[in-house]
C-alpha cells in the first residue's frame, strides 16, 4: 500500500511515517516505482509506535520496544523495567506539576488583580518580594 493508505490505516500523518522510516523506526519496502510500498505488518508497527508515543515513550524508547516487540526471546521482564521506568517519570513529572500548580494557585491567591502596580505574581516571578 501507499503512503497515503498507510497513513488513513495507522493514523499517522504521512510526514510523520516519512520522518520514522528516516530514523530508521520503520523501513518501507520500495515499489517498482520507486514509490514506498507499506504492508499490513507496517501499519501495525506504526500503530504500535503511536500507541507507546500516546504513552509518553519516548523515539528511543519505541525503537527499544519495537526490537522486544520483534524478539519472540524475549523476556517480559525486559519490557516491565522500560515501562517501570516511563511510570517512574511520569510520577516525578506529576509531583513537579502539582508543586507548580500549587505555587502557581498560591500567587494568584495572593494578587488582588485591581488597577495598583504591586502584584505578587511578577514579584514571585522576578524572585523578589519588594518590585524592580
Known amino acids: 500500500m501507499n503512503i497515503g493508505t498507510a ?8 510526514k510523520t511515517i516519512r520522518y520514522y522510516e528516516d530514523i530508521g523506526l520503520l523501513k518501507a519496502d520500495r515499489a ?13 508497527r506504526l500503530r ?3 500507541r507507546a508515543r500516546s504513552l ?16 519472540r526471546e524475549r523476556a517480559s521482564a525486559d519490557v516491565k523495567a522500560i515501562a517501570a521506568e516511563k511510570l517512574g517519570q511520569i510520577e516525578r513529572k506529576i509531583v513537579e506539576l502539582t508543586e ?6 498560591h500567587l494568584m491567591d ?3 488583580g485591581d488597577a495598583r502596580p504591586e502584584c505578587p505574581i511578577i514579584d514571585g516571578l522576578s524572585g523578589s ?3 524592580p
Open 56 to 71: 509518553g515513550f519516548s523515539v528511543g524508547e519505541c525503537r527499544q520496544l519495537l526490537s522486544l516487540y520483534s524478539d
Open 110 to 112: 495572593n494578587c488582588r
Open 129 to 131: 518580594t519588594s518590585g
Open 7 to 14: 497513513a488513513r490505516q495507522s493514523g499517522l500523518p504521512a
Open 48 to 50: 504500535f509506535v503511536q
Open 32 to 44: 517498482a516505482n520507486g514509490y514506498r510500498d507499506y504492508s499490513k505488518h507496517d501499519v501495525h
Open 100 to 105: 507548580l500548580h500549587d505555587m502557581l494557585g
